[in-house]
């Protein structure tokens, strides 16, 4: 079968780059990018100008009946104008209908650039989007339509504002009608400034943006990938369990049915994932971030609005660079761990207002540095099927003056062994908005724990709850 577009051998499809012209290509078929073939939306050197727009849309009459695939050996290249800011923070409380919107920079944007708007409390649904009608100033946005939630612009429960909105766009052609990416085994990829929506379904290669390169490269830097709603379509999948050098940086995605980022499957090779905010996943318990890979960089992301987790951890292996990490207002838990035994650091983790726990997390060799967990429901952390060694430098743990935290540590593994050691911590002392937990320490079924605290402060009114819970020769020993 062949395309509606097929770019061969020694062959170049490129995007005009005149000012002020608006590019469009819809097909009714496969855009297909063969071995040395290049298909070109702007080039680094010369990338769309921001008076322009460059369009390519996948005209399906069922969903993903097209999209784009490059092939092995095939160079795609996508460059919108800069966009200065992409995500920031709302810094000013804002109600339910509020129009005039405070952040933090405006920076590069335009009227009906659309917005995101991460929720602050533990409602996943309370994410939400919006429509820019004037640009006030550097910091002050005026809406089209007034919020439809509130959401807080206070620190340390500041709501993430995300820009979607890039003049280069590649969308199926509908909500229900969505295109699909694939991107092989030795393809070059390079995308930078480029709007992806309604991409995805539930079929093999045709999830969303789908990624194989080996030999090859893919990097995504600067996009958005959003609205992409037909039940399990993703955002960005690792589609082969060999993917390799793929960066994926300083993206925004939100409302996409299934997990924003994943990994389907183990890998022991070369990817990065830095500075990303992932807002909103709707499948029933879906997870935004998925992987069952943990060897490569994961920094400075945030999670937020998930279904159901903000992170699943599924490999039992050691992590790579895990640290900067962010997760909040999600369904169930913010960072989950389904596989044991799980090695190595885990530093500067921010997990808050979930609706379930603030982390789960398995049987491990597991240490953390300067984590802070705060306001989530039934406990800050977790420890389930408990066996292992954890060690926890420079650990807060808080409720918080709306949404209160029964425990801090939570042991639910009845039966389960293990040590923990504890420096620089501090359970419920009160500061700001944040509260003692009901229980700093709670043995929920029975455990053998070796735990010792360091220089560690239990405030809460309940030290250690259902200490009857504890074996014999299990204790806690605080210094």
Known sequence: DYGAVEVGKRGTLSYGTSASTNYYLKTSGILEVWGDGTFNIGTAGTPIPSTSTAVLEFDSSANVEFGMVVE?????????????????????????????????????????????????????????????????????????????????????????????????????????????????????????????????SATSNKRGIDCTTTTGSCSLQYCSLHDSTVASSMGFNFAANNTNNVTFS?????????????????????????????????????????????????????????????????????????????????????????????????????????????????????????????????????????????????LTSNGDSTFSTADGFRFTANGGSGEIYVYNGNFGTVSGIKTAHTNDINFVTTEFVRMVLHNTILASGTEVASQTNMTPNAFIGSQ
């Open 250 to 394: 300083n993206n925004v995605t939100y409302n996409i049915a299934n997990s924003h980022f994943s990994f389907p499957n183990p890998t022991t090779n070369t990817w990065t994932a830095d500075s990303n905010v992932f807002i909103r996943s709707t499948d029933s318990g879906s997870t935004i971030v998925n992987l069952n890979d943990i060897g490569g960089t994961f920094t400075n992301n945030t999670m937020v609005g998930a279904a159901g987790s903000g992170i699943t951890i599924g490999e039992n292996a050691a992590l790579g660079t895990f640290s900067g990490n962010t997760m909040h207002s999600n369904n169930t838990t913010g960072w989950t761990t389904t596989l044991a035994p799980l090695s190595g650091t885990i530093s500067s983790t921010t997990v808050w207002r979930n609706n379930s726990l603030g982390m789960s997390i398995l049987g491990s060799e597991l240490t953390f540095s300067t984590l802070t967990l705060f306001g989530n429901n039934l406990g800050s952390i977790n420890f389930g099927a408990f066996a292992g060694r954890y060690v926890f430098n420079d």
């Open 72 to 200: 092995a050996g095939g160079t795609f290249t996508a460059q919108g104008a800069s966009k200065a800011t992409v995500n920031t923070l709302l810094n000013t409380d804002e109600a339910a209908t509020s129009t005039v919107i405070g952040v933090a920079s405006t920076s590069g944007w335009a009227a009906s650039d659309e917005l995101a708007f991460a929720s602050t409390t533990r409602t996943a649904s309370e994410c939400e989007k919006k429509t820019i009608l004037t640009v006030d100033s550097g910091t002050q946005v005026t809406l089209t339509a007034g919020l439809t939630n509130a959401h807080s612009g206070t620190s340390p429960t500041q709501a993430e504002v995300v820009n979607l909105t890039r003049n280069v766009k590649i969308r199926g052609v509908s909500a229900s009608l969505q295109g699909y990416i694939n991107f092989l085994t030795t393809s070059t990829v390079d995308c930078d400034y480029v709007e992806f929506t309604q991409l995805g």
